[in-house]
């Protein structure tokens, strides 16, 4: 699994074409997104790596998905 993790980090900085901890806000929600989508957070230890990743804290972590998952659910409704 943590090979895995380090693929799907990979991918995600590679999308954003940037040093993760040099994201703007909106940058952050789209690698965050990308790795959520993808079922990271399902990942044992993924959102300690994710925050060391990101140069971020778990609230940040956590805050992030929570306004992502809540703008995915209201543009499915």
Same mark, same amino acid.
Request: hydrophobic share 40%; glycine share 4%; net charge positive.
């Given at each position: 699994?943590?090979?895995?993790?380090?693929?799907?980090l990979?991918?995600? $900085?590679?999308?954003?074409?940037?040093?993760?901890?040099?994201?703007?806000?909106?940058?952050?929600?789209?690698?965050?997104?990308?790795?959520?989508?993808?079922?990271?957070?399902?990942?044992?230890?993924?959102?300690?790596?994710?925050?060391?990743?990101?140069g971020?804290?778990?609230? $940040?972590?956590?805050?992030?998905?929570?306004?992502?998952?809540?703008?995915?659910?209201?543009?499915?409704?």
């Amino acid at each position: 699994m943590e090979s895995l993790l380090d693929h799907l980090l990979q991918q995600a $900085t590679a999308i954003t074409n940037k040093d993760p901890k040099k994201l703007t806000k909106n940058e952050r929600l789209d690698f965050l997104s990308f790795l959520d989508e993808k079922g990271t957070m399902q990942i044992s230890k993924a959102g300690d790596k994710i925050c060391k990743v990101l140069g971020i804290s778990k609230f $940040t972590l956590y805050n992030d998905l929570e306004l992502i998952r809540s703008k995915t659910a209201a543009a499915n409704e």
